[in-house]
């Protein structure tokens, strides 16, 4: 089992910075990804963003790619997303992902452990 603890959420306004942190515990040897989900009011979940265990790949979705970064450190068993120019359309529970590699990123992300989720909200 992994047990996955999201913390850094907040109120911001359109242009800040924010980062968000996930500590893991439990069987964190066996988690080749690890990433970051949101959800939207109203809306499905979507990918944000993944980051392979070296930390040597990293994926973002569409939408943040160019203003969030992932990051990892392996000797705290923590995953960073740092967020910069945040729009209100960024609005989310933020919710962080671990999953072995036994399939692509957002399948096994999908598929694998995650938190309780953490609130962003991004006013204008």
């Known amino acids: 089992q992994v047990r996955l603890v999201e913390s850094g959420g907040g109120l911001v306004q359109a242009g800040d910075s924010l980062r968000l942190s996930c500590a893991a515990s439990?069987?964190?040897?066996?988690?080749?990804?690890m990433g970051w989900f949101r959800q939207p009011p109203g809306k499905d979940s979507e990918f944000v963003a993944a980051?392979?265990?070296?930390?040597?790949?990293?994926y973002y979705g569409y939408s943040v790619k160019g203003r969030f970064a992932i990051s990892r450190d392996n000797a705290k068993n923590t995953v960073y997303l740092h967020m910069n120019s945040l729009k209100p359309e960024d609005t989310a529970v933020y919710y962080c992902?671990?999953?072995?590699?036994?399939?692509?990123?957002?399948?096994?992300?999908?598929?694998?452990?995650w938190g309780q989720g953490t609130q962003v909200t991004v006013s204008a």
């Open positions: 439990g069987r964190t040897f066996s988690m080749y990804y």
């Open positions: 992902a671990a999953a072995n590699g036994s399939s692509t990123v957002v399948t096994a992300l999908t598929r694998g452990y």
């Open positions: 980051i392979t265990w070296t930390g040597g790949t990293k």
